[in-house]
């Protein structure tokens, strides 16, 4: 198995633009998960999906930010507008359970100026 | 205060020496730890879980203190390869995990 793709793995934008940033996760894996890191406040949870269906949306910041997983194969991330403070890495990871057995992306690095 | 925190570092050790990390969590209702090992500019990877009664995989040992609330890493004979950030993972009660900020370890020729 290639692991949990992630797509891109750099991303410079400018303030205001929409960005997508794009998630496979390992076949056969019910959970997808979709986490922001930080240097001051580490990783944290975003949003996560069981069987394509979000079941906890709670730690996404606020209305820019929206995600979808239209079947087991693909989940996105989008915000829109972007503003400075978004830069950071955002990790997709995939798991056969909502608590062990996690497998993270190799992250998208985004920078927004 | 923080539900899991770690002491960032970095802790700078020469190769062979033995480093010891731990990890502090404030709810004592907490139920699974791990710790997670992150290379620089890369993505987290399970390094091991923490059982209660302790646990080694090769020169890494786990430990859980339920009493003081903490769980440590230890590493014996380090490598250069083990410079890393390992981060410290707890599952709270409300079954949700809790990552703590790692702690950056630096081995040294």
């Known amino acids: 198995d290639a692991g949990v793709i992630q797509s891109p793995r750099h991303e410079v934008t400018e303030m205001g633009q929409e960005v997508t940033l794009r998630c496979k996760p390992i076949s056969g894996h019910d959970y997808l998960f979709w986490y922001r890191q930080t240097m001051m406040r580490g990783l944290e949870l975003l949003i996560y999906?069981?069987?394509?269906?979000?079941?906890?949306d709670s730690g996404m910041p606020e209305d820019r930010f929206s995600a979808k997983m239209p079947n087991a194969s693909f989940s996105t991330l989008k915000i829109q507008p972007s503003e400075p403070r978004d830069s950071a890495v955002y990790f997709c990871?995939?798991?056969?359970?909502?608590?062990?057995?996690?497998?993270f992306g190799s992250g998208t690095r985004l920078t927004v100026v | 205060r923080k539900e899991v925190e770690q002491d960032p570092g970095p802790f700078n050790v020469p190769e062979g020496a033995t480093v010891a990390f731990n990890c502090t969590y404030s709810?004592?209702?907490?139920?699974?730890f791990f710790w997670y090992r992150q290379d620089c500019r890369k993505e987290p990877k399970l390094l091991m879980s923490?059982?209660?009664?302790?646990n080694e995989d090769g020169r890494f040992t786990a430990q859980l203190n339920r009493a003081s609330q903490y769980i440590s890493l230890l590493i014996r004979d380090s490598k250069l390869s083990d410079s890393a950030t390992y981060l410290c993972?707890?599952?709270?009660?409300?079954?949700?995990?809790?990552w703590g900020l790692g702690t950056s370890l630096a081995v040294n020729p």
């Open positions: 999906f069981n069987n394509n269906v979000p079941i906890d």
């Open positions: 709810n004592s209702a907490s139920q699974s």
């Open positions: 990871a995939s798991s056969p359970d909502s608590l062990y057995g996690y497998t």
């Open positions: 923490v059982y209660s009664s302790g």
């Open positions: 993972v707890v599952i709270n009660v409300n079954r949700k995990l809790i």
